[in-house]
């Protein structure tokens, strides 16, 4: 009996110790910013929470949130190290279940809003978080913009509506789910489950100028047009393309990267593309003829670090994590998060 304890309690320990190493590399969350378009990268992780999953994260121009679990922070982004107070967000979603409570950064202010269609607004001088469009409130939402001239769009699993009288009243414009949008120049372009869409009527009317049997995972305004992360069952990876005709035409600009489900990104600083993938940060000077990296992957950042796979193991249950970047005024932000995120 002794010869036994003496052989497992051996191996007992040793598992325990590896399972102790992956809940400390879980609570690891690290966030780096780089002033010099993305060629070096700084840690200010000094004053962040004790995470146990990846947070998530918002870059405004002048203001930062970060989302862990239910609780909400805030900074200010022109300080050399950010510095975290918790902001009172009510109906704060739990990160663990659907999509969390985001925040958005519009012409009249800051919102927030979660899956439920929650929607708030903060007041400047208060402090505080006040319900938006009270009025009018769907479950599954994925987005919210305000354009220029003040007309609101709010996308959902099931949609896409639109306000003209400041959240008064509403209309359904397009049916499908819609996953963001943006504006540049008169022109909206849309992400949904069919690919990428586009208006150039205020969102009266849409049509489809990406649809290959895909996602349309993420949309950017870039220096003269757009930039667009995409998905195709066909191949199962994402695409990175560009548009610089208004979104009419997309060119692929993705051929010096390697081919993965869980690019997480692609942000223009300067004359700079920045792309979040896998294999770590890349940059591109020649609009994405040529990529060069920036920052190693997240699995390659400690060399001390082993990835330790016991038999019961397999490999979809360790997906990994990708850089995700953020632009706040000419500051690059960069946070891990679950690949394919």
């Known amino acids: 009996m002794m010869k036994r304890l003496f052989v497992y309690v051996p191996v007992i320990l040793l598992v325990l110790f590896l399972l102790n190493s992956f809940v400390i590399k879980e609570k690891e969350n690290t966030l780096y910013k780089s002033t010099d378009g993305g060629q070096t990268w700084q840690d200010v992780s000094a004053g962040l929470p004790e995470i146990e999953r990846s947070a998530n994260f918002f870059a405004g121009q002048s203001d930062l949130y970060l989302q862990e679990k239910n609780v909400v922070y805030h900074s200010k982004s022109n300080l050399k190290t950010p510095v975290w107070e918790k902001e009172n967000v009510p109906d704060v979603q739990s990160s ?75 209309t359904q414009i397009q049916k499908g789910t819609v996953f963001n949008i943006v ?84 942000k223009q600083m300067g004359k700079y593309l920045i792309s979040g993938h896998p294999d770590g940060i890349f940059r591109s000077a020649d609009k994405g003829k040529t990529w060069n990296s920036v920052h190693p992957a997240v699995d390659k950042m400690d060399s001390n670090a082993f990835k330790f796979v016991l038999p019961w193991d397999k490999p979809s249950d360790q997906p990994g994590k990708v850089f995700k970047i953020f632009v706040s005024g000419k500051t690059l932000y960069t946070v891990a998060v679950s690949a394919g995120c």
Not at 112 to 124: D, E, H, R, T, V
Not at 224 to 239: M, N
């Open 183 to 266: 504006e540049s120049d008169g022109v909206l372009i849309a992400t949904g489950g069919k690919g990428i869409m586009r208006s150039t009527d205020n969102g009266e009317h849409w049509h489809w100028v990406i649809s290959e049997g895909g996602v349309g995972i993420g949309i950017e305004r870039i220096d003269g047009g757009f930039a667009a992360i995409t998905y195709s069952t066909k191949t199962e990876s994402r695409r990175i393309r560009t548009s610089m005709d208004g979104g009419k035409t997309w060119q692929a600009i993705d051929a010096g990267l390697r081919p993965s489900p869980s690019i997480s990104s692609i």
């Open 96 to 170: 663990s279940s659907r999509p969390p409570t985001a925040i958005v950064f519009n012409r009249s202010g800051v919102m927030a809003y979660n899956y439920q269609g929650q929607i708030y607004q903060k007041s400047p001088d208060a402090e505080t978080w006040a319900p938006a469009f009270a009025n009018f409130r769907k479950p599954s939402m994925r987005t919210l913009l305000e354009t220029a001239d003040g007309t609101i769009f709010l996308g959902y699993d099931h949609g896409l509506y639109r306000s003209t009288d400041k959240g008064n009243n509403w």
